[in-house]
């Protein structure tokens, strides 16, 4: 598509070519995640989610066992394991090559995943300011990243938060933090603007307006707009009736570059790509 830069991701020996967006299918295995029907905890609720998310045209399977909405609930790294363990142990049983990221900002939880389940992708929301170890482990580990902003912790992020001008102090993290992953050699490096992330709703429309700012930065951007609060709260509706607002604004994202969707309803947004390539393409 002509609103994207040309990229690819290295993942399971594989290239992923983001010159046309792909989908992340989210899999939540937490019992408190703000989105009801994205909670999986039972054997056969993973392994049911996963085929769907591969049938439907996702290409990556995205597993949270830490739930990041507004104000959760702290959780142990051993239980956060304990939560991965169960569930990547039936994802790889049913599909082994699946493409699988892992979104935690612990460095443990994602050396227990890529040692024991050959994962390709840590999705990390603190883009590395909650583990000061995470670069490094990273680097070690040799997968690909995803540096997310989130101004705070899950616990205080939408406490107030302050920005001087959104993309520009947004760019600037990126920057800083992109710097410190290089210099360590990582180079499969995604960004990820944080939607809902310490962010009042003004300040997420500003970011979705401004999306083709981070273009700049030249790596493959990422959007998680799916169901979120902005969409809801502006609508005055709830998360189970947000399919149609999420549609709209991932149809934005992708015309200001988004690179992946981070979704709930995957054939949704794989026909919401279609859709926009082929009119672009026209």
Request: aromatic letters at 8%.
């Amino acid at each position: 598509m002509s609103s994207t830069n040309s990229f690819t991701l290295k993942a399971n020996n594989l290239l992923i070519n983001l010159s046309t967006p792909v989908v992340m299918g989210i899999m939540n295995i937490t019992p408190d995640s703000f989105y009801s029907q994205s909670r999986y905890n039972h054997n056969d609720q993973i392994k049911i989610r996963a085929n769907e998310i591969l049938q439907q045209g996702g290409t990556i399977i995205d597993v949270g066992a830490y739930s990041s909405r507004p104000g959760a609930d702290n959780l142990s790294p051993q239980e956060e394991i304990a939560r991965l363990d169960k569930a990547l142990s039936i994802i790889k049983k049913e599909h082994h090559d699946a493409i699988i990221s892992i979104d935690t900002f612990r460095s443990e939880v994602a050396k227990f995943a890529v040692d024991n389940f050959e994962v390709s992708l840590i999705n990390d929301i603190s883009g590395g300011t909650m583990d000061k170890y995470m670069f490094e482990t990273v680097a070690r580990l040799n997968v690909g990243y995803i540096l997310m902003h989130m101004q705070g912790t899950p616990q205080t992020m939408q406490n107030k938060p302050i920005y001087q001008n959104i993309a520009i102090d947004i760019t600037t993290f990126f920057s800083k933090q992109i710097d410190q992953l290089t210099y360590l050699g990582i180079t499969d490096i995604i960004i990820d603007p944080g939607f809902g992330f310490g962010k009042t709703i003004e300040h997420n429309f500003q970011l979705l307006s401004k999306l083709n700012h981070f273009k700049l930065l030249n790596r493959p951007i990422l959007v998680g707009l799916s169901r979120k609060s902005m969409i809801y709260n502006t609508l005055k509706i709830n998360p189970d009736d947000a399919l149609n607002g999420t549609t709209v604004l991932n149809t934005i994202a992708i015309q200001k570059g988004a690179n992946i969707l981070r979704v709930h309803d995957v054939k949704e947004a794989t026909e919401c790509i279609k859709l926009v390539g082929k009119m672009e393409n026209s």
